[in-house]
């Protein structure tokens, strides 16, 4: 694994081992999306490289995930062949109490709940500062949408208390496209008091392909500390 003094990268580092550490040979794995899960897919790799770890098959949440998976030479599979996953390791912007998410940051939302709810052990990875009383109080709320529907839905969200912004990616260039070549809209909601029923009433929402908030999911949440005061190596 390539060494770094961040404490940030180190903490990323330290989780998404931790995560990947719990993979058993003979093992289907659903690989997330983002920086923290990145390293998990880097261990797995690792793992399979030094032969403590063999017959593993990976499914990727994003092409990003796709990539990383082929750089460090996991064997990747899709869901048309084959009908369960063991364990699926993944990030989040937000986590609560009763271990549910927001996700979404990386705009990889929609795949990624298809291959998380569907893996027997969903193991999150996360930093403490993720950790919430109420979702959405630090993180806005990401809606994946097809093109036509942006106007309409944004109405609709806003008829449901949230205030949605189109999402722009670097230097405002261009609206963010997802791997569906969708658009995502981000809410923000003053208060999301019951996440089971705002995941259902938005997916209802024509034109929504799935948003952000995972309900019921997650199995086990691990949390990364970071520590300012390592010794630098
Ligand atoms: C991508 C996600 C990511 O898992 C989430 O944004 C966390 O990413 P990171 O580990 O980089 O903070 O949901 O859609």
């Given at each position: 694994?390539?060494?770094?003094?961040d404490p940030v990268v180190i903490m990323k580092q330290e989780v998404?081992?931790?995560?990947?550490?719990?993979?058993?040979?003979?093992?289907?794995?659903?690989?997330?999306?983002?920086?923290?899960?990145?390293?998990?897919?880097?261990?797995?790799?690792?793992?399979?490289?030094?032969?403590?770890?063999?017959?593993?098959?990976?499914?990727?949440?994003?092409?990003?995930?796709?990539?990383?998976?082929?750089?460090?030479?996991?064997?990747?599979?899709?869901?048309?062949?084959?009908?369960?996953?063991?364990?699926?390791?993944?990030?989040?912007?937000?986590?609560?109490?009763?271990?549910?998410?927001?996700?979404?940051?990386?705009?990889?939302?929609?795949?990624?709940?298809?291959?998380?709810?569907?893996?027997?052990?969903?193991?999150?990875?996360v930093d403490s500062g993720k950790?919430?009383?109420?979702?959405?109080?630090?993180?806005?709320?990401?809606?994946?949408?097809?093109?036509?529907?942006?106007?309409?839905?944004?109405?609709?969200?806003?008829?449901?208390?949230?205030?949605?912004?189109?999402?722009?990616?670097?230097?405002?260039?261009?609206?963010?496209?997802?791997?569906?070549?969708?658009?995502?809209?981000?809410?923000?909601?003053?208060?999301?008091?019951?996440?089971?029923?705002?995941?259902?009433?938005?997916?209802?929402?024509?034109?929504?392909?799935?948003?952000?908030?995972?309900?019921?999911?997650?199995?086990?949440?691990?949390v990364g500390e970071i520590k300012e005061d390592r010794?630098?190596?």
């Amino acid at each position: 694994m390539t060494v770094n003094v961040d404490p940030v990268v180190i903490m990323k580092q330290e989780v998404g081992k931790a995560a990947a550490s719990r993979v058993k040979s003979d093992s289907i794995v659903g690989l997330g999306t983002g920086s923290t899960t990145a390293y998990a897919i880097e261990y797995l790799g690792e793992r399979l490289r030094k032969g403590e770890l063999k017959n593993i098959v990976g499914i990727p949440t994003s092409f990003q995930a796709e990539v990383l998976a082929k750089k460090y030479r996991i064997p990747l599979t899709s869901l048309d062949t084959v009908d369960r996953i063991d364990i699926a390791i993944d990030g989040a912007d937000e986590v609560d109490p009763n271990k549910n998410l927001i996700k979404g940051g990386g705009a990889a939302h929609t795949r990624e709940k298809v291959v998380d709810s569907l893996a027997d052990l969903f193991i999150v990875v996360v930093d403490s500062g993720k950790l919430v009383d109420k979702l959405g109080s630090t993180f806005l709320l990401p809606v994946e949408v097809i093109p036509m529907a942006v106007a309409p839905v944004m109405r609709s969200l806003e008829k449901l208390g949230g205030k949605p912004e189109l999402r722009m990616g670097v230097k405002k260039a261009g609206p963010v496209v997802t791997d569906q070549g969708n658009l995502v809209i981000d809410v923000k909601f003053d208060r999301i008091d019951d996440p089971a029923c705002l995941e259902k009433t938005i997916n209802n929402i024509p034109g929504v392909l799935e948003n952000g908030l995972f309900i019921g999911v997650a199995d086990i949440i691990l949390v990364g500390e970071i520590k300012e005061d390592r010794p630098l190596v």
